[in-house]
C-alpha cells in the first residue's frame, strides 16, 4: 500500500470518527487500569455497569485491597471471567501500594510487571492517561491492519510496531495527554458546591501539577522544553498572578482552592486553556475553530478575553459530564459558545 492510500484511508476514519477515545468510564488512572484489565473479553458497556458501583466505593488500590477477592468479585461477576480478574486486581493493588506508593506508573515495565497487565493493557493506559504515543492492538486492529494491507505482520507486536512507523504523523495517537477532570472541572464554577462531584483520585491531580511545575521551572532556568511544555508555559505566561505559586514547586501540590471561598483553582485554569487550544487546533468538535474566529471578533482582537469566554462552556460541559455521568455533547457545547459571543458580529 502507497503512502497517498493510507492516508486516504486514515482521512475517512476521521471524519467518521474525528475525536477516537475509550468508551470505559473512568476519572483517574487507577480507574482506568482497572476498567482495562476487566475489558478483557468482555464489552466496555458491561465493564462500565460493574465499574460504576465498584468505583463509587473502593477507587484506589488500597480501597480495592479492603475490599478482598470476595468482596471484589461481588461487584464484577457479571463480567466473564470475574474469578481470575478479581484474582490478578488485588494482586495488581497489593503490588502497586508496596512498590509505588500506590500510583500507576508511567513505565512500560512496570506496567507489564503487574498481574492481568499485558502490552495491549499497557499501551491503553499509556496512551490514555499519559499521552505516550503507543497503539494498543486487539483482534480487531490485527485483522483490519492485515486485511487492509495498512500494516501486515504475523503477531499484534509485529503490527504495533508497523503502525506507529507507517501511519501518518496527523493520525497517530494524540502524545499531550488530557488532564482536566483530576483537577475537578466543577470548582472552576464558583457557584457549585463540591459536593455536588465525586472527587477525583489525588495521584492524577499531583501528575498534573508536577507537570506545570517542571515545565516552568525548566524555562527559569533555560532548559530545553517539550512541546506541551512550552505551551503550559506560553499559558502561564499570560497570567502573572500565577507565576508566585509556579514558583512555589513541590509547596504548590497541596494546596486546595475552596470554590465557597470566591477561591478559582490555577491549575485547572491553565489546563482547560490548553484543552480549549487543542480543541482549535484540531477543529474538534467540527466547527470551534470557526467559532473561536467569531468570538475573538466580538472580543475586539482580545485573544485571552475571548478564550476565557470560551472556558466558560468548556467547563461547564465537563461538570455536566462528571454531574450526570454521560458523554460529551459537542452541539449543547458550541451553542454555549455561540450564546457567549462566538460566530456573532464584533460589538460596537
Not at 478483557?40 to 488500590?61: C, I, M, R
Not at 515545565?215 to 527559569?220: E, H
Request: hydrophobic residues 40%; positive net charge.
Amino acid at each position: 500500500m502507497n503512502k497517498a492510500k493510507r492516508w486516504a484511508i486514515f482521512e475517512r476514519l476521521r471524519q467518521a470518527n474525528p475525536a477516537p477515545t475509550t468508551e470505559l468510564r473512568y476519572s483517574s488512572t487507577f480507574e482506568l487500569l482497572i476498567a482495562v484489565i476487566l475489558s478483557a473479553q468482555a464489552t466496555d458497556k458491561g465493564v462500565n455497569k460493574a465499574t460504576e458501583p465498584l468505583f463509587a466505593v473502593a477507587n484506589t488500590p488500597a480501597a480495592i485491597l479492603a475490599l478482598g477477592e470476595d468482596g471484589l468479585k461481588a461487584h464484577i461477576r457479571t463480567i466473564g471471567l470475574f474469578n481470575s480478574k478479581a484474582k490478578h486486581i488485588i494482586a495488581t493493588c497489593r503490588r502497586l501500594v508496596e512498590a509505588h506508593g500506590g500510583e500507576v506508573p508511567r513505565d512500560r515495565a512496570a506496567l507489564e510487571a503487574l498481574p492481568g497487565v499485558g502490552r495491549k493493557t499497557a499501551n491503553v493506559v499509556l496512551n490514555t492517561a499519559f499521552g505516550e504515543p503507543t497503539i494498543a492492538v486487539d483482534t480487531h486492529i490485527f485483522r483490519v491492519a492485515n486485511r487492509t494491507g495498512i500494516a501486515p505482520g504475523k503477531t499484534p507486536l509485529a503490527v504495533e510496531q508497523r503502525l506507529l512507523r507507517l501511519v501518518p504523523t496527523p493520525f497517530l495517537p494524540d502524545r499531550r495527554p488530557l488532564r482536566v477532570p483530576a483537577e475537578d472541572a466543577s470548582r472552576h464554577r464558583r457557584h457549585l458546591a463540591p459536593g455536588n462531584q465525586r472527587p477525583m483520585f489525588s495521584q492524577d491531580r499531583d501528575q498534573l501539577r508536577q507537570a506545570y511545575l517542571r515545565a516552568w521551572r525548566k524555562a527559569q532556568t533555560g532548559e530545553p522544553l517539550e512541546p506541551v511544555e512550552r505551551q503550559i508555559v506560553e499559558v502561564a505566561e499570560q497570567h502573572p498572578e500565577y507565576h508566585s505559586l509556579l514558583e512555589q514547586g513541590e509547596a504548590a501540590l497541596g494546596r486546595e482552592w475552596l470554590p465557597e471561598g470566591g477561591e478559582s483553582n490555577p491549575f485547572l485554569h491553565m489546563a482547560l486553556h490548553i484543552a480549549l487550544q487543542e480543541q482549535i487546533t484540531t477543529d474538534r468538535p467540527a466547527g470551534i475553530r470557526q467559532l473561536y474566529q467569531g468570538m475573538i471578533a466580538h472580543c475586539l482582537g482580545d485573544v485571552h478575553e475571548a478564550e476565557h469566554r470560551m472556558l466558560d462552556c468548556l467547563a461547564e460541559e465537563i461538570w455536566k459530564i462528571q454531574r450526570d455521568q454521560r458523554d460529551f455533547r459537542p452541539k449543547a457545547y458550541l451553542k454555549c459558545i455561540k450564546r457567549r459571543g462566538g460566530g456573532q458580529r464584533p460589538r460596537t
